[in-house]
């Protein structure tokens, strides 16, 4: 199915019946990353499953911007008619989930962020390095993204009001410091660093993600 919002169609898969749950993808990935978790969550909960604008199956753009990207979502959600949904977001969606808080505190009952960083020098030096080289050879708007933004400032958490829980791998793309950074500034806030798991391993395609999402 598709919405129209800020001016994009965005894709997106509505699964079950139940209190209202937004799943939001990564970098460069689409819904379909949360096909386990939707297989689950999808017995107690009516799932959105939405296709970030230029991603998937949603409409392409050229350029990337996270404030654009989180009002897409607040758009959905009012269009929709969806009253106060949990959201769950990896990565860049994680992002768009802490800009969608700070902008409107009480749009969302609680917010679950997995690998999220609110500022480039948030995430580990190799990879940034590894990133730079790579945009200068393939000028990807989806690095560019990655190495301009977000601008999220301690100002911008110290604005959230919702129960929050930060995850992260042990051997995360985000340093372990900046994720306990971005806690220290949510007043409702836990950290959950997962031991021997990765950016992704625990989100991707893997059931695990159900269990943390229910036990919040």
């Given at each position: ?187 409702n806030s836990q950290v959950l660093i997962l031991s021997n798991e990765n950016h992704d391993s625990y989100v991707i395609h893997n059931p695990l993600l159900f269990e943390i999402i229910t036990s919040f």
């Open positions: 199915m598709k919405a129209r919002v800020n001016g994009i169609d965005l894709f997106y898969e509505k699964y079950g019946k139940g209190s209202s749950i937004i799943l939001l993808h990564g970098n460069g990935e689409n819904h379909t990353i949360f096909s386990e978790a939707v297989s689950l969550l999808k017995k107690t909960y009516t799932v959105y499953a939405i296709d970030s604008r230029g991603h998937g199956l949603s409409q392409k753009t050229n350029e990337f911007d996270y404030n654009e990207m989180a009002q897409d979502i607040i758009e959905f959600i009012h269009i929709k008619k969806i009253k106060k949904p949990f959201l769950y977001g990896f990565s860049d969606g994680g992002i768009i989930g802490l800009i969608i808080a700070t902008k409107h505190p009480d749009l969302l009952s609680k917010l679950i962020v997995s690998g999220a960083n609110t500022k480039p020098s948030g995430l580990k030096n190799k990879f940034v390095n590894e990133a730079k080289q790579e945009y200068e050879q393939t000028g990807s708007p989806f690095l560019k993204l990655i190495l301009t933004q977000p601008n999220i400032s301690a100002k911008d958490l110290k604005a959230i009001k919702i129960p929050v829980l930060l995850t992260a791998g042990e051997d995360d793309l985000v340093k372990t410091t900046h994720t306990y950074a971005i806690a220290k500034n949510i007043h």
